[in-house]
């Protein structure tokens, strides 16, 4: 590619790649920004940037990853995401061909969780200074609940509730991106999270709290809530759980899969009483058909997680400081 | 999973818990040598579960954590040369040398990579040619065939641009420092059990009689570190001091041959500085002469240079069993996984970092297990 002069070559990129894919009356009007009506009194924004490599792995790409990942940040906040920005920054030298991968996958994803992407911008860096693509979103959405859906709402006696097995899309990143061959490929559990948090509220839960376990995964987000909330977190580490083939690789790896990336898994704090039908909602829901219980909060040790060891024993679940690494030996 | 969860059945835990209690009458303090038996130690809670009296010291068997100083300097060094790949294993990259880390080095341009095969860094070497491929190859006697595969396969191929910053260290002769030292307290050790995998146990044998030291051959599951106490504690009670085998599934008492023909084909038994500990005769492995093409030391004439360990920093002690981490002053304060005074906190394997990161305040402070 070279399209970076802001001339006829980026016009048509913007017109005939993102103009055609993410086509709606808000974009085509093409002027500087979207302009619409807040669709509700209280409405959600957020933003996030993608710099994934690779840009293809199993179970979904750079793309898919950029609206789910911001579709699900307004999920956790209680919100349905609504509008979408786009920015890209592409390395001078990417096949046309990914970036139309890239986009197709977008619009799919933007059109699963019915959200309009409105505005965006696109800047090309020179080659060698770039991944590829690196993709930010910005979202706004309307809160679906006039709840204050947070940490600060966890409370001792809430149930903590995981949507699912954890640590595949972090491994299956890893695993390509090391060029490790593990048996059979590990997917991506990259989904739109939108609809089963929806259902939840919609089913009257009283949800304290949602956090997707995104990169640092499931550790990182009880800490924040313990320390957030004030609260202590007790999480029972055989009840969380992992699919062979993602233990298997953390093993080789020495990396603990509560701190490896999510991209479709959420934790609910929800009051003891609504975690039994909380966890019968998610279940109908594919993406969260493996939701279970994996502790609750109490009043011990305030700002603490502690861990219920596989051997019965307790100790404290920190943030990890920096990256896992893989381990000498 | 398979051949795994078998080692970490909490029902059997109790149980080897109770024998434990059953058995002993007495204080015993014992050593695990390895930090991959620390980081599983803490990480599942082990030592919560064993009876009072029974003490663990948290030996010097961190790779990471006893890379000399000057050593991580020159791979420093030779990383922010022009035309180099540095590789290394992901541990190494975040040890502070003197002034810096191998990452911050990464941050500012420099080329280092983390692989997960020595041979990978040669293959990295076949790949590019103009670029010169070193891999800094740290570890005990279980890295060291992997490495000395990758120095031995340069050499016959003719891959002219590998070489390998060697810092290998031994066991055996750590632990005969360790009982040698007069503030010794250690009474029994856990031998690291893929150290014996390569080198089996015969090393170990005149230790034990010599010291008169139960020295058990553990594996890193909990069941087998609860069966390693259970083995060492036996033969204290009983005032035996043997070499035993807990780790039968994967270990022979004469190693693997193979592997330490490979071992000594390429390397060399020569003295190596300890961080933390100090010199220790005998107790590291260096290129032979006849592979000196292909060691980093001679091809880039990285000179030693003055190193000085943060006066604050006890991990030397630690290293050797003399304190534990909740006994430095610095321990979570001045001194964190994410600013560390020395090895200990950085090292994923580290006693100290592993305290960090699992228990903040001594066991007994928490109220033990269940």
Redesign the interface.
């Given at each position: 590619m070279a399209h970076g002069g802001g001339g006829k070559l980026m016009r048509h990129l913007v017109e005939r790649l993102f103009g055609a894919a993410f086509a709606n009356p808000l974009l085509d009007a093409r002027h500087d920004g979207a302009t619409f009506a807040a669709p509700g009194a209280r409405i959600a924004m957020t933003t996030d940037s993608y710099v994934v490599r690779p840009l293809f792995f199993p179970g979904g790409d750079i793309g898919a990853l950029a609206v789910n990942g911001t579709v699900n940040d307004l999920a956790m906040c209680g919100a349905r995401a609504r509008y979408l920005s786009a920015g890209f920054i592409l390395e001078e030298g990417l096949p046309m061909e990914d970036l139309w991968r890239v986009v197709a996958s977008m619009a799919r994803a933007a059109a699963a969780s019915e959200v309009q992407i409105v505005t965006g911008d696109t800047k090309v860096v020179d080659r060698g200074k770039g991944d590829g693509i690196y993709v930010n979103t910005a979202g706004v959405g309307a809160l679906a609940t006039g709840a204050q859906i947070g940490p600060a709402s966890v409370r001792p006696g809430d149930a903590v509730l995981l949507s699912g097995d954890v640590g595949r899309h972090g491994m299956a990143v890893m695993a390509l991106r090391?060029g490790?061959a593990f048996e059979g490929a590990i997917q991506s559990d990259c989904a739109p999270l939108v609809e089963p948090v929806m259902a939840l509220l919609e089913g009257g839960i009283d949800v304290h709290c949602l956090r997707d376990a995104t990169r640092g995964g499931v550790a990182s987000v009880l800490v924040e809530v313990a320390e957030q909330s004030g609260t202590h977190l007790q999480v029972d580490e055989l009840a969380v759980p992992v699919r062979?083939e993602v233990?298997?690789a953390c093993?080789v790896?020495?990396f603990d899969p509560l701190y490896v990336a999510n991209e479709g898994r959420f934790l609910a704090f929800v009051p003891e009483a609504d975690a039994g039908r909380a966890l019968s909602i998610l279940r109908q829901h594919r993406v969260c058909e493996g939701a279970c219980r994996i502790g609750s909060a109490g009043g011990d040790d305030p700002g603490v997680v502690t861990l219920?060891?596989?051997?019965?024993?307790?100790?404290?679940l920190?943030m990890l400081?920096?990256e896992q690494?893989?381990?000498?030996? | 999973m398979r051949f795994m969860d078998e080692y970490r059945d909490a029902g059997a835990a109790r149980e080897y818990a109770a024998a434990l209690a059953r058995t002993v009458t007495r204080p015993w303090t014992l050593m695990e040598v390895c930090g991959g038996q620390t980081h599983a130690i803490v990480k599942f809670g082990i030592d919560t579960l064993l009876p009072e009296g029974v003490t663990l010291l948290h030996g010097p068997g961190c790779p990471v954590c006893v890379t000399p100083l000057e050593v991580i300097d020159r791979a420093i060094a030779i990383a922010e040369m022009p035309g180099v790949i540095l590789c290394s294993f992901g541990d190494m990259l975040r040890v502070p040398g003197s002034h810096q880390d191998l990452l911050s080095v990464k941050a500012g341009g420099g080329d280092v990579r983390i692989v997960y095969s020595p041979l990978d860094a040669v293959k990295l070497a076949r790949e590019n040619p103009e670029r010169e491929v070193v891999f800094f190859g740290v570890g005990f006697e279980t890295t060291a065939p992997a490495n000395a595969m990758a120095v031995y396969q340069a050499a016959r191929e003719g891959v002219a641009n590998f070489s390998m910053l060697a810092s290998h260290v031994l066991v055996p002769p750590a632990i005969e420092a360790l009982l040698a030292s007069p503030t010794c307290r250690i009474q029994a050790f856990l031998a690291a059990g893929h150290v014996c995998t390569v080198m089996g146990y015969t090393e170990y044998e005149p230790l034990a009689r010599k010291h008169q030291v139960p020295i058990v051959v553990t594996g890193f599951e909990p069941l087998d570190v609860l069966q390693g106490v259970l083995m060492c504690v036996r033969q204290l009670e009983e005032g035996r001091a043997e070499v035993e085998n807990q780790y039968a599934r994967s270990v022979r008492r004469e190693g693997n041959a193979p592997a330490r023909e490979l071992m000594r084909e390429v390397f060399e038994i020569v003295p190596r500085k300890w961080r933390g500990v100090g010199e220790i005769p005998r107790s590291g492995l260096g290129l032979r002469a006849a592979y000196r093409a292909h060691d980093a030391e001679h091809r880039f004439g990285v000179a030693a240079t003055e190193v000085a360990e943060p006066e604050e920093c006890i991990s030397g002690l630690v290293l050797q069993g003399l304190k534990t981490p909740h006994e430095c002053p610095a321990f979570g304060t001045r001194c964190t996984p994410e600013k560390p005074l020395g090895a200990t906190m950085v090292s994923s394997e580290g006693a100290c970092a592993a305290y960090h990161r699992y228990r903040r305040q001594p066991a007994a402070a928490r109220g033990g297990g269940s």
């Open positions: 090391e490790l062979e233990r298997g093993e790896l020495g219920r060891s596989a051997i019965g024993a307790n100790r404290i920190d400081s920096g690494l893989p381990r000498i030996c | -």
